[in-house]
């Protein structure tokens, strides 16, 4: 969204789906985990490393808590 010019259109629409996810499944879900991910990824292509800790996270401990359920491969590039 970034090259588009839409970056913070995009953060806006992104932590509104997050909101959505929260309060449909609460906080221990894959789907919020998937949320938090997508969040994390946008900080971390703009280079805002610290928003995206933030948000990746989170990510990774609910995808700990959830035997099954396979890391975004692109998490899986950032923390290796």
Known sequence: LEEFGNYEEGLK???KALKIQLKMH???H???ARAYA???LMYF???DYFSA???LKPALDIYQSH???QLNP???DIYE
């Open 67 to 69: 035997p099954g359920y």
């Open 45 to 47: 292509q703009s280079k």
């Open 74 to 76: 692109k998490m899986v």
């Open 38 to 40: 997508d969040l994390g």
């Open 53 to 55: 800790i933030s948000y």
């Open 13 to 15: 629409h992104q932590k």
């Open 30 to 32: 894959p789907d919020v």
């Open 26 to 28: 609460g906080e221990k």
